[in-house]
Structure formats: C-alpha cells, structure tokens
Antibody, heavy 120, light 113 residues
C-alpha cells in the first residue's frame, strides 16, 4: 500500500521558518519525483514545488521561489520543504504528492497534509 | 503561466442524472510529439486529500468507477459523471502538467439537487 505521511506543520510567526517532512512507503521512492501542493483554508489547490527522483532538479512556484527549498533523502524515503520568511499568505494545508520521474506528470498519490499557520 | 478555468463554479445534479464539468486552458496542453494531453482531473471530498480520477485527459485511474469519464483535447476538456451517486459529492479540479508552473483550475463544487 502506497502511503505518504506529512509532518512538521504548526504555528509560526511572520518572518519565521518551518521545515515540513513527508515520509513515503509502499513504493520505490528513489524512482519518482515528488511535489508539494498547498491549499489555503476554503480555497483551491496551489502547486508549490517539485524535486526530481534523484534530487538533482527542483522547480518552484513564483510565490515561493527564493524562500522555500525542496529536498529529499532517498535513504530515508523522505522529502522535505524548508520554508523561510513565512508570511500570512503561506498559511495552508500542505500536501506532498507522488509524481513520476519528470515534472510533467500527474500526481497519483497524495498524503493527508500538514497544516501551517502563520500568525502573530 | 497556463491559466485553467473551470465551469461552472458549482453544480447541483439529481441522483442518477449526468453531471458535466468543463475545463479550459489558456494555451494548448497537447504534446504534439506524443499526441497526449497533459491534463488530469482530481476529486476532493471534505477533509480528504485530492484523489486522481482521470489522467492524460481521458485515462481512468485504476479503481475509479466507470461512470467517470474524461474527454477533450488541446484547450477544452470535460469531466462527465454519467449517473450521479451520493458519494460523488465533492469538489473537482482539473490540472495541467504540460509545463511549469503546474496549475489547477479553481474547482467545481458538485452537490445533489
């Protein structure tokens, strides 16, 4: 059974940092690209970042470029999202999702998400 | 960026009736070399993550009931539920994965009439 479990969410002050984790199981993690997608309360889905299967390629939404960094540890079957300079607009439920080797692929498995709240 | 626009924003359909959701992209998502449309449909029920229903615009994901179908090419796409069931109440999203940034439609809320 393929599973993705996110963790690391919480409440942080504006300007602060947070690191999200997503642990994968049930598939050959090192063979697939991974994404982060977020959903603000009551809103739609917004793609955030992608990391290739081997960690050598990354891509970001303009809204987070320069502030967020995606990475992965294939020995730990985990993908990370380091979030810096957080603003209130970053408050959302953050999902990790499984893609394919390349960015241009659908997301066939999603985690349950971890909530990030940016508030003073 | 490719803008994805869904219509309608919300839809109420009687049980057993057909539901149709449209998705239009601001530029073509058809990859001419592979002749594939880089378009996926997701279903999101309250309190749950999205679930992939249809990919490559018309390929049904394993385990998805055959009352769900996708059609269209280029810039215009449709998700059809042939006979609405109570468990189909959800928000439906289209997404293009043709190019970065990956973009989603705003979502269509489907309810029972």
């Amino acid at each position: 059974q393929v599973h993705l479990v996110e963790s690391g969410g919480g409440v942080v002050q504006p300007g602060g940092s947070l690191r999200l984790s997503c642990e994968a199981s049930g598939f050959r993690f090192s063979g697939f690209g991974m994404h982060w997608v977020r959903q603000a309360p009551g809103k739609g889905l917004e793609w955030v970042a992608f990391v290739s299967h081997d960690g050598t390629n990354e891509d970001y939404a303009d809204s987070v470029k320069g502030r967020f960094a995606i990475s992965r540890d294939n020995s730990e079957n985990t993908v990370y999202l380091q979030m810096n300079s957080l603003g209130t607009d970053d408050s959302a439920l953050y999902f990790c999702a499984k893609g394919e080797v390349v960015l241009s692929s659908p997301f066939d498995v999603w985690g349950q998400g971890t909530t990030v709240t940016v508030s003073s | 960026d490719i803008v994805m626009t869904q219509s309608p924003d919300s839809l109420a359909v009687s049980l057993g009736e057909r539901a149709t959701i449209n998705c239009k992209s601001s530029q073509s998502v058809l990859h001419t070399y592979t002749n594939k449309n880089f378009l996926v449909w997701y279903q999101q029920k309250p309190g749950q993550p999205p679930r992939m229903l249809i990919y490559w615009a018309s390929t049904r994901e394993s385990g998805v009931p055959d009352r769900f179908s996708g059609s269209g090419s280029g810039t215009d796409f449709t998700l059809t539920i042939s006979s609405l069931q109570a468990e189909d109440v959800a928000v439906y999203y289209c997404q293009q994965y043709y190019t970065s940034p990956i973009t989603f439609g705003q979502g269509t809320r489907l309810e029972i009439k």
